[in-house]
């Protein structure tokens, strides 16, 4: 499989300023209430430190995940089974090789119903599938973010309409 340079339509974007921890969890929680979150491919972007794991974890506890909240950074992927709620949270940080995709499984992972949360997933490009949302965090100070969503489909366009007048 060769890398393909794809360009992706935005259908819509959204800029959000989260001042603090305290922000990022309550647009984890508000995002959690989402229905298109169900089903929805979210790619998150940002350099190392910048809070994407942060985020994932407020996230999962919003959607009712219980007990510690691993990254996944050397298994690649954390499954997570809730009784209506498939959810996979992978790190693509020391993802290498294009033949592991088909290897772990990961092609019917993207193509089963439920959550994924993608974290470097530049390092996989070209095998991934275009994302519903790609959520870019930026480290403005130490605890403050400027975050830019992008929305690629109709379900991240609803992801990003459901933010309308719900977070600062």
Do not use: C
Not at 103 to 127: C, Y
């Amino acid at each position: 499989m060769h890398a393909v340079d794809r360009h992706h339509p935005i259908v819509e974007s959204a800029t959000l300023a989260w001042p603090d921890e305290a922000a990022t969890q309550a647009f984890a929680q508000h995002w959690a209430t989402q229905p298109a979150l169900a089903n929805a491919f979210v790619a998150l972007h940002g350099d190392l430190g910048a809070g994407k794991t942060t985020l994932v974890r407020h996230l999962l506890q919003a959607l009712g995940v219980t007990g510690r909240i691993k990254s996944p950074t050397y298994a690649v992927v954390e499954p997570y089974e809730l009784d209506a709620l498939n959810i996979w949270h992978f790190d693509f940080y020391r993802f290498n090789d294009p033949r592991e995709w088909e290897e772990a499984g990961f092609r019917d992972i993207f193509a089963s119903a439920g959550l994924k949360l993608a974290e470097w997933p530049e390092k996989a490009a070209g095998v991934l599938p275009v994302a519903d949302v790609d959520l870019h965090i930026r480290t403005l100070d130490d605890s403050s973010r400027s975050v830019t969503l992008l929305a690629h489909t109709a379900a991240g366009q609803a992801l990003l309409q459901g933010l309308q007048g719900a977070t600062p």
